[in-house]
DNA sequence: CATTTCACCTGGTGGC
DNA sequence: TGCCACCAGGTGAAAT
């Protein structure tokens, strides 16, 4: 998926195209995995409602929806694009690609589309009053300040590399970026999360939001087939330093780039430049 | 509770 | 060309 940078360009690419749109009518497909809320009741949410807004949190993306013209939301409508999910803005005429599990027709003439062919992304509504607003588990890593950093790794066992997977601590880091950050930050990463110095932490907080930062910029990473709201890829993917370089030179040392496996996960690192 | 492993899906790639 | 193993941006449940 997507991870932060993603899903960021995803969220403003769609809010630019269906900000003030009416839902019209809704069409969801058969399999069952994209639903949290089951379709009939998320159908029912969504048609009639306007989208006020359409922003990120964490790694999903979360659409204020209002009845009528009331500028307060009645509703969200929560996306989370898994591995492979996709949110486009089409015409209605435009193919119907395969694994296309929602359709939106808006009042603009155009439609919202969710497309995900691994199903592993999810559609949630929540309904005011009684749902709670959506809001992430663990910290915004973009804005996260130096004292509130170091004690999300205090006292833990287990590897930063996985740490920084850990939602629950930080909301939309993944494996691209987790990897790189940990590059920048000149930190290996297997070392064990409660064992880092405030110095490592520090550098690697400044080397998160960096990287995150400047990704944002070039509209993501694009490593197979993730494009944004508009069909088209990031180019993050670019100034990869380590991410799927296995074997290759680092370009800082000519070291080859290693290949291990940490938390489940492939994961790059640097044995020259990180310690 | 904290941490680790694995299942959940489809599709692309590379070896034989 | 076919078949198979392995890999992929994530995460929640089960196991440890």
Partial sequence: MPELPEVETVARGVHDRVRGQRILDVWLG????PFNTPPARLAKGLEGRTILAVRRIGKHIVADLADGKTATPAAQWI????????????TPDAPVVAHTHARAALSSGRELRFVDPRRFGRLELRQFPKDQPFAAPGAEPLTIQADAFAALFRGRKLAIK????NQSLLAGVGNIYADES???AA?????????LTRTELERLRIALQDVLQRAIARGGSSVSDYVDANGVRGFFQL?????????APCLVCATPIHRI???GRSTHYCPTCQH
Avoid: C, D, K, N
């Fill in 162 to 165: 996985a740490a920084l997977l």
């Fill in 187 to 195: 930190l290996r990463p297997r070392r064990l999360a409660g064992r």
């Fill in 239 to 247: 100034e990869h330093r380590v991410y799927q370089r296995t074997g």
């Fill in 261 to 263: 496996v940490v938390a």
């Fill in 182 to 184: 940990l590059f920048h």
């Fill in 30 to 33: 058969s399999h069952r995995e």
């Fill in 79 to 90: 996306v989370h694009l898994g591995m492979t999910g996709r949110l486009l803005v089409t």
